[in-house]
């Protein structure tokens, strides 16, 4: 469980990195993101995912 907490922390100190030193990339990126389909955002994401998983396969290995 202390990992989980550790993975979302991580992730804060990333998101709040991204945006304190670039703080209009993240609007941007919606911007963009509103204009592609579901479909290839649900790719996206279940790509995100196995890279994700695999990531951690290879780190815990």
Do not use: H, K, N
């Amino acid at each position: 469980m202390s990992d989980l907490l550790t993975a979302l922390a991580l992730v804060f100190v990333i998101e709040g990195c991204i945006l304190a030193l670039f703080p209009g990339a993240p609007a941007a990126l919606y911007r963009q993101l509103s204009e592609l389909r579901p479909e290839t955002l649900r790719v996206v994401g279940l790509v995100a995912v196995v890279l994700g998983v695999f990531c951690v396969w290879l780190l815990r290995a």
